[in-house]
């Protein structure tokens, strides 16, 4: 009876514990199609060089990339002058010769400038809320590039029957549909270098091709050796099996 009752309690806990999931909303994200997807999928650079005009233009002013350097950009195709001039741009803080606090221009050797000071000041800046830092935001988040997506084009106009807290915007792709966050995007707000037309969905599509590269980096590379393997795999189980029928073709069975 002693076992019965504590396996009765034990399922009366992990109900409670559950309960909060099963009653929390879930919301699918289309599926998007990127080229980065797949055992073979790549990152788009043009798309991921974009991505990075529309990061280092509009997110950057609140969010930070505090594990990513600005030489990390070579592997989205831009050359040694190009980097330079970007980190140029940006002002990161140093430390004088008479020992005070200074800054100077960013190198390619530096990380990502963070926009904000330290959290205190980033939550003064934003009414108390933090904003994450978007170095592996891509992996972060169930839904990873979708998701980030969804969320980047699904803020709108709130239903009249939907009260709105102080403060707070309608996002359809956010648990709760009210996000802190302004809508970031809107059509036209950079200018493409290579001309292509910058409305909100090719912004936020080009801004999560650069994300999700500066979250995996590596994600070539590992694919690469992944499809090395499985052809080596391939290839020993075929000289296995050869071996293994000339061993025993003299055998009687």
């Known amino acids: 009876m002693r076992i019965v009752r504590i396996l009765s309690l034990a399922a009366a806990l992990g109900a409670v ?20 997807d797949g055992p073979f999928g790549t990152f788009d650079r043009a798309a991921a060089q974009r991505g990075s005009q529309v990061f280092n233009a509009v997110c950057s002013n609140c969010h930070s990339l505090k594990q990513a ?27 004088a010769d008479d020992g005070s606090n200074a800054e100077r221009p960013a190198r390619p050797s530096d990380h990502f400038r963070s926009p ?21 935001i891509v992996k972060a988040r169930d839904g990873g ?18 009260k709105m807290g102080d403060g707070m915007n309608y996002n359809k792709a956010f648990t709760g549909n009210q996000i802190g966050m302004p809508r970031p995007l809107n059509d036209g707000q950079v200018e ?19 994300l999700s590269y500066i979250a995996n980096p590596e994600m070539e590379a590992r694919k690469r050796l992944g499809v090395k393997l499985v052809l080596f795999l391939v290839l020993m189980t075929g000289v296995t099996y050869a071996v293994k029928r000339k061993v025993w073709a003299d055998v009687d069975h």
């Open 192 to 210: 493409y270098a290579d001309g292509t037309k910058a409305t909100t969905e090719q912004m936020a599509k080009d801004v999560v091709t650069f």
């Open 69 to 95: 350097y600005y030489r990390d950009l070579k592997g989205i195709g831009l050359e040694n002058e190009a980097i330079t001039a970007i980190a140029a741009g940006f002002n990161v803080p140093t430390v």
């Open 116 to 136: 904000f000071a330290n959290e205190k000041a980033a939550r003064s800046a934003n009414g108390g809320a933090l904003p994450p830092d978007l170095s592996v």
């Open 17 to 36: 514990a559950l309960a909060p999931a099963i009653a929390e909303e879930e919301i699918s994200y289309p599926k998007q199609k990127w080229s980065f």
């Open 145 to 162: 590039a979708d998701y980030i997506y969804a969320l980047l084009t699904g803020y709108g106009e709130a239903p009249s029957s939907m």
